[in-house]
Every structure is written in C-alpha cells, then in structure tokens.
C-alpha cells in the first residue's frame, strides 16, 4: 500500500491558491502553518493536453491530476442524470479540465471557470479562445464566490470541483501544497457558506474529495439549511488506473426533491467505519460505488 499512497499524493489536485487574503499563504507571517506561494513569472510556459478532443492548455504548477482522475466526473454525472445542465460552474478551476470535459460531452451547455489564479485564468482564457468556446463560457477571477457578480445569482444547474484536499501543509507535505492544501477548510466553510443564492432552484452541488485527506463528517455539519446531501459514494476514481478507489464524492442539492434530510444521518457511525476503512487499508479494494456504512443511512 506505501508505493500506492506515495505515487497518488505525490500528484494531487486541482485548485489553485494564489496568493489572496482569503488563503493563509506563507507571504501571511503563518510561521510553519502556510501553504507556498505560486512563484511568479511564469511568461508563456504551457502544455497543451486533449481532453475528448479539445486542447486544454495547462502549467505543471496548475495540474495536480485534474486531467486524469478528475474527469471520473463525468462519468459520475452520467450515470446519475440523464438530462443534461443549462449552465455548470467549476470550483477551483485551474486549467479547467473538469470543466471542458463536461462541455466536450454535451453533459452542460455552458460552463463558468471560477479561480483565484491570474495565470490559470490566462491559461482558461487561451483555451477558450483556441476551440471558439466564447460563446459557452465564462471565467471569473474570484477568491472562492466573493468576485463572482450577482448576474450569476439563481442560475447554476450544477457546481463541480475537484478542490484542494488537505486540511493542513503537514497532511501534504508536497511541492503542490499550493493546490492541495485548504487551511482549516476555510475554502470549503466559505463556498458552503455563499453558495446557495446562486443556485437554481433544482441545482445541484458535486463535490470530488480524497479518501486520504477527508472523510464525510468534515463537510457534512458545514452544510446550510437549504442545502442537503443526497449522495455520498466512495471507491471513485478512474477505471484500470492507479487512482482507483481513492476519491469520494459528496453530491448535494437544493432541489427539495431529492432531499434526503442530513440531520437524520448517523455522523458517529459514518465517522468511525470511514476511519476503520482508512486504518485498515481497504479503501484500496472498496470497489467504485461503495458507500460507507452510516453516512447514507438515517439513524436507528
């Protein structure tokens, strides 16, 4: 198990910190507790990578793995709708490849990149402009939801992100801390926070997170009132890769139809047989699909 976990946290993650007030980024006088900065002067470097077709241009600073295990997005969605979205939005963006996948499927009509990266909203830009996507799109420089205009309030089908996945720089102790590491899930706490009023009244909220960094109970009580989970399914990832069975999903939604009410769930059980998984090893044989035992149940 020890290559497994070295090789997958070695490549995480695809949200960019730029240095913001929002972040606790060493330029903060953090001491030890801070998450490195991006450096500067990136000029022109860049790497295109096809995703179903479209170039997507990116940085080795901005892609954590995005265009690998970040895509399983979509083949979640598929399998859970069969309509497609009037206008998707993605979380921490980066190089936008969660994003141009759904628009290269068909799976939303428009898209709007959200990050607080300069260089990665130069780098979505320039995709944008290359397959004549702008038409569809829309990118917005924003520290989580606070940049984001009210033009947008009450529009958004569906919100994807595969976010940073640690709650501290010791958890992940990498030279992508920038992109892995949210401090105290303040990211999190803030897009949960403000998220709802730009919501359409049958929006829906999928949240990628990582086995290795989270578990349930760390977003489940951050939820709003107007905001109620319907899915948490573990055991994701990219078919016949090696991140297989490592990520985990948290589908929530304001759509009161399909409300299956958080504050019936078993947190106390959830928690504990999420951490025995871990302990033990077995997130590496779960299976995709598995959903961990009292976190979709309601209490007894």
Not at 29 to 43: A, N
Not at 274 to 286: A, D, N, R, Y
Request: charged share 20%; aromatic share 10%; with cysteine.
């Amino acid at each position: 198990m020890a290559p497994r976990n070295a090789l997958f946290l070695a490549l995480l993650l695809s949200c960019v910190h730029a240095e913001s007030p929002n972040f606790a980024t060493c330029s903060q006088d953090r001491g030890d507790d801070c998450v490195p900065t991006l450096h500067e002067g990136y000029h022109d470097d860049f790497v295109e990578i096809k995703v179903n077709g479209l170039s997507v241009f990116s940085h080795p600073s901005l892609d954590g793995g995005g265009n690998i295990f970040g895509l399983d997005i979509s083949r979640y969605l598929t399998g859970h709708f069969k309509s497609r979205f009037k206008r998707c939005v993605e979380l921490c963006a980066g190089p936008g490849f969660i994003g141009f996948g759904l628009l290269s499927l068909g799976i939303c009509e428009e898209m709007v990149f959200l990050d607080v990266n300069p260089y990665a909203i130069k780098l979505l830009r320039r995709t944008i402009s290359h397959n004549q996507l702008e038409g569809r799109t829309t990118v917005y420089q924003s520290d989580v939801l606070k940049d984001v205009p009210k033009s947008e309030l009450g529009r958004w089908d569906l919100v994807v992100s595969n976010p940073p996945h640690f709650v501290n720089i010791e958890s992940f102790q990498n030279n992508l801390a920038h992109i892995g590491v949210d401090l105290d899930w303040r990211l999190h706490r803030e897009f949960y926070a403000s998220v709802v009023p730009f919501m359409a009244p049958t929006g829906h909220i999928v949240m990628q997170e990582n086995m290795a960094g989270s578990s349930p109970p760390d977003f489940l009580n951050m939820l709003p009132p107007e905001l109620a989970v319907v899915e948490i399914t573990a055991g994701v990832g990219v078919p016949d890769s090696s991140f297989t069975e490592v990520f985990w999903y948290l589908w929530t939604t304001v759509d009161k139809t399909f409300w299956r009410r958080v504050r019936n769930r078993d947190l106390d059980s959830c928690a504990v047989q999420w951490k025995q998984t871990i302990v033990s090893g077995e997130m590496w044989s779960l299976g995709i699909g598995w959903e961990p035992p009292g976190c979709n149940d309601e209490k007894k």
